[in-house]
Nanobody, 122 residues
């Protein structure tokens, strides 16, 4: 069993930046792809960004050029740097372990964190 714990959410003004982190409890973290998803009230959970075990990244079109996903296998952490934030980025952000990602497909893994709230508002 792997536990994932997100942190770093909060309130930020439009145009601002925020970095959220996800810490894994197990060293198997390094062999799995990681994804960041988000869910806004009344909407379905959607993929924001993903990174494979080899460091290949994938981004949703709505965050390309604004968000950056990275991972530190030694620390068992994955990060999402969010810049030029917009009110529509407001959501609970979840990290996910064990999914699969390429240019043509994506699917979620079985392990989720509890989520961290990101609110973009003036």
């Amino acid at each position: 069993q792997v536990q994932l714990v997100e942190s770093g959410g909060g309130l930020v003004q439009p145009g601002g930046s925020l970095r959220v982190s996800c810490a894994a409890s197990s060293s198997i973290f390094s062999i799995f792809a990681m994804g960041w998803y988000r869910q806004a009230p009344g909407k379905q959970r959607e993929l924001v960004a993903a990174i494979t075990s080899g460091g290949i990244t994938k981004y949703a079109d709505f965050v390309k050029g604004r968000f950056t996903i990275s991972r530190d296998n030694a620390k068992k952490k994955v990060y999402l740097q969010m810049d030029t934030l917009k009110p529509e980025d407001t959501a609970v952000y979840y990290c996910n372990l064990g999914g699969g990602y390429s240019d043509t497909y994506s699917f979620m893994g079985d392990y989720w964190g509890q989520g961290t709230q990101v609110t973009v508002s003036s």
